[in-house]
């Protein structure tokens, strides 16, 4: 009997172990016969406090209290690529989502407008531009954000990340000043100014902290997973490459932060800060995707203790 139970509870840990670790690797994102790999990278430490935008390198542009998030989530560890949104194109079956991008390969998605950004998200979510936590109109209109009610529906939903998402996946370390001492960094390179990340110095170079200018301007962005150092929570590219649009609304604006490559590293800290209307489009402009919400520990210890249960029974 002991050992009955004794392996019970083994085989429970196992499997939720499995299941968590499971969590860290790429999504694949299956809707009919298009497959999309992502990885995604979790950030916990829910409940962490926010700072005023860019507080340790000097405020740029609105201000703003930023980073403060309640809740485990994920994020894209890259920028989602040319690659991945031609499949999305090619795959959805409306009109509403039909513009090829600008650049090509493993290099960032861009030159689109946030709102064919939301349709994205959408498909990745139910393999419909118009369904998901962004509500589309008839033109490609995003009427509302719900992502509430588009959870209770898919369970968990892929969306363009809030400004707070964005910013504590970037800044925020929860080990700054030693073991559980948070901070932020003043650039997503876990540098502070002065001491400024290394960019591009000349054609060829191949050893930076983030793909920015530095004394050379290359012309084009690097692939997604070369684009220099990570940050506290392991993602890549949030520091220049190309800029990133995020969720929240300026006025009737959308917001963009990260820097571009082009820029020099004045343009990745935490300090800038600009927008632009939800129609337009640049070469520069990209994005990455969340997902929420993050499955919790407790429900994956009762996945698997379930499945473990079942496993067992069957043997007997």
């Avoid at 994020?75 to 999305?88: F, L, M, P, R, S």
């Avoid at 876990?190 to 902290?209: A, E, L, N, Q, W």
């Avoid at 489009?281 to 919400?293: D, H, M, Q, S």
Wanted: aromatic share 14%; hydrophobic share 40%; net charge negative.
């Amino acid at each position: 009997m002991f050992q009955n139970v004794l392996f019970r509870s083994f085989a429970a840990v196992a499997l939720a172990a499995a299941l968590l670790t499971a969590t860290a690797r790429a999504d694949s994102i299956t809707h009919g016969a298009t497959t999309i790999n992502m990885e995604f990278v979790t950030v916990g430490n829910p409940g962490n406090a926010g700072e005023l935008s860019g507080a340790g390198a000097g405020g740029y542009g609105p201000d703003a209290i930023v980073g403060a998030v309640d809740y485990k989530y994920r994020i894209g560890k890259y920028e989602v690529t040319e690659n991945q949104w031609d499949a999305v194109v090619a795959a959805n079956t409306s009109d509403l989502l039909s513009d090829p991008g600008y650049w090509s390969g493993e290099q960032p998605a861009a030159q689109f407008s946030w709102l064919e950004a939301a349709m994205f998200c959408n498909w990745l979510t139910s393999g419909d531009v118009t369904l998901g936590a962004y509500a589309i109109n008839g033109i490609g209109v995003v009427t509302g954000i719900d992502r509430d009610s588009a959870i209770s529906t898919y369970g968990s939903v892929y969306v363009i990340p809030t400004e707070n998402e964005w910013y504590k996946a970037a800044y925020y370390d929860p080990n700054k000043g030693g073991a559980g001492v948070p901070g932020y960094w003043d650039y997503p390179t876990k540098h502070d100014s002065p001491s400024v990340p290394d960019g591009i110095d000349y054609y060829g170079d191949t050893t930076f902290d983030a793909v920015f200018d530095d004394g050379y301007d290359q012309g084009h962005p690097n692939d997604v997973d070369n684009a220099g150092v990570l940050s506290a929570y392991g993602t890549m590219g949030q520091g220049a490459n190309v800029w990133e649009w995020n969720e929240t609304a300026i006025g009737s604006s959308r917001g963009f932060r990260g820097g571009v490559w082009s820029d020099n590293s004045s343009i990745l800290a935490a300090s800038r800060r600009w927008y632009s209307y939800p129609t337009i489009e640049y070469r520069y402009v990209g994005f990455r995707v969340a997902n929420v919400p993050e499955p919790g520990s407790i429900t994956l210890l009762l996945w698997g203790a379930i499945a473990a249960m079942k496993w067992w029974r069957r043997r007997r």
